[in-house]
């Protein structure tokens, strides 16, 4: 069964820090797609990335970062110098490959940048 | 212009109401989808529209019914709504609906049920 596991419920940090989130996965499919949205207070959900699984290469973009390892299965999220508005709550997704249409969320993690 | 748009942004009704929610988009998208979030938990999928052919998860209650106009606009009618299904109410459209393709999401009809 597929599966999306966020063990993190809520992180606190000061602003400035770097602080990663983390996302194991379970699948038997050899393709699959992984995401990451975010979802600050106002409670539209944003997209940030997405990542099959035959490109495992880490992404960053400004400074966001992604590390996608096969070998143990995870997809997890570093924010550098974390700043009041990266306050949200991120959650990773998996696509369901019994449903083209379907994607299977974690749990979320619940980020809080202190000031 | 990654937009998706909905009204009304809150809702309350009494549960013997009708009411619609409405969703549009202009990004050219095939696919359109309705997802109900509780308070600290993810979206779950209600509904999907792909290519004008309509997917239901065969959980959702049938006082929930959605609508597809044309591909821009979706609609949820409400009717008889329980307490319980008090939620905020999600769109999102993707521009197919085939896996691992990205969903955009609408900021959301946050619905009271008295």
């Known amino acids: 069964a597929q599966k999306v596991t966020q063990a993190q419920t809520e992180i606190s940090v000061v602003e400035k820090e770097d602080v990663t989130l983390d996302c194991v996965y379970e699948?038997?499919?050899?393709?699959?797609?992984l995401f990451w949205y975010k979802q600050p207070p106002s409670g539209e959900l944003v997209f940030l990335i997405r990542?099959?699984?035959?490109?495992?290469q880490n992404e960053i973009s400004g400074r966001y970062s992604w590390n996608f390892q096969k070998s143990t299965s995870s997809f997890n999220f570093t924010i550098t110098a974390s700043q009041v508005v990266d306050s949200a709550v991120y959650f990773c997704a998996l696509s369901d490959p019994n449903r083209d249409d379907k994607i299977i969320f974690g749990k979320g993690t619940r980020l809080h940048i202190l000031p | 212009d990654t937009e998706v748009t909905q009204t009304p942004k809150h809702l309350v009704m009494g549960m013997t109401n009708k009411k619609s929610l409405k969703c549009e988009q202009h990004m050219g998208h095939r696919a359109m989808y309705w997802y109900k979030q509780k308070a600290k938990k993810p979206p779950e999928l209600m509904f999907v529209?792909?290519?004008?052919?309509?997917?239901i998860n065969e959980s959702v209650p049938s006082r929930f019914s959605p609508e597809c106009p044309n591909s821009s606009l979706l609609n949820l009618h409400l009717h008889a709504l329980q307490p319980e299904d008090s939620a905020l109410y999600l769109c999102?459209?993707?521009?197919?609906?085939?896996?691992?393709?990205?969903?955009?999401f609408g900021p959301g009809t946050r619905l009271t049920v008295t």
């Open positions: 990542r099959n699984s035959f490109d495992e």
């Open positions: 529209y792909s290519y004008e052919k309509l997917s």
């Open positions: 699948t038997r499919d050899t393709t699959y797609y």
């Open positions: 999102a459209s993707s521009p197919t609906g085939r896996a691992g393709r990205e969903q955009y």
